[in-house]
């Protein structure tokens, strides 16, 4: 694939990765970028990833091959809107939210089907901005592509091709499709995730029991709700319809959950329960998703003085970095009392197999 000009109006976690993956694989592609802050492009162009060392104006995106809005997804549209009349008809415009359906609305009512392709890579960390990025996030996550009614075959064809190179594994849907399906596997969790917390928050004693005692299973349902807050917003008003019809069904889902348990129906319990086991278990979990992949061992461990610094002087004579460690004081639904959070799955990996040779006993999730 030829390459000459990509752009990036925004250059954060997703933006900085796809462009210092591009610039990995065509040595000689120009990548110019603006973003809300001047010192993310100064930091950009100073480690030699862009070709701009200030802020650029609309009209200096004009000839590139492909403009990529990395933006919040409202903003992403006010982008859309200053672009039109300002590339060339050659310029394929693309953007990476994570909602469609307000975006190719809106390049309906600009005309400008015929230049965009919708894009939304299932990638992330809990981390933000161009220093957190890197030019394998993508690597092995679905990267969603929603061409418009007016995008030629050869034109996504291409963008394929792109998305590919990117280590990505590209899937073509509808934009309706794609924010419905969303909604469900992403939006809707998140919602959860957040009103469950709360509900605990506004439950709990004075003492703090609730929270004090919080174990793995709600560690795990919750863990989306440390997500930034005003991101879910913009997703939420966004994709508002999909992800209401979504609530109604799970609140309907949830009042029948209620009456099977008040009415002591364990048969309908188990049935529901069993039917949500096998579906769970037969889902595929990819490396890269929507939050970073958490690689982690539990372990059994004498209590003894210096017995965490026992396994850590192990790992660290080994070189493996540590990067959290806990100890588990809730185990209903936890094998071993010390939890070890390493960087990578090379790390995890290592790290296993050293301490079984030095007899612990270790518990991988």
Known sequence: MKLNKIGFIGLGLIGGSIAKRLKVLYKDLTIIATAGHLSTIEAAYAEGLIANNA???????YDCDYIFLCTPVQKNIEYLRQLK??????????DVGSV????????IALGM???FIGGHPMAGSEKTGLDSSRDSLLENAYYIITPTARSEESVVASFKELVESLGAIPMVLDYELHDYATAAISHLPHVIAYTLVNLVRECDDKN???????????KDITRIASSSPVMWENICLSNKEPLIKLIDTYVAM???TRNDILAEDGSALTSAFSQAKDYRDSITIHRNGVLKPIYELYM?????????ATVATILASNRLSIKNIGIIHNREFEDGVLRLEM??????????ALLNRHHYTIYKR
Do not use: N
């Open 55 to 61: 802020l650029c104006d609309i009209a200096d995106f």
């Open 85 to 94: 009349g300002h590339i060339s008809d050659c310029c394929i415009i693309t």
């Open 100 to 107: 469609k359906s307000d975006i190719h609305r809106e390049v």
């Open 113 to 115: 089907e015929h230049q």
């Open 208 to 218: 703090e029991t609730m929270k004090t005692i919080a174990a793995g299973g709600f």
């Open 254 to 256: 949830l009042k029948k």
């Open 300 to 308: 059994d461990l004498l209590d003894e003085a210096g017995g965490i």
């Open 343 to 352: 960087y990578d799955q090379e790390s995890l990996d290592s790290a296993i």
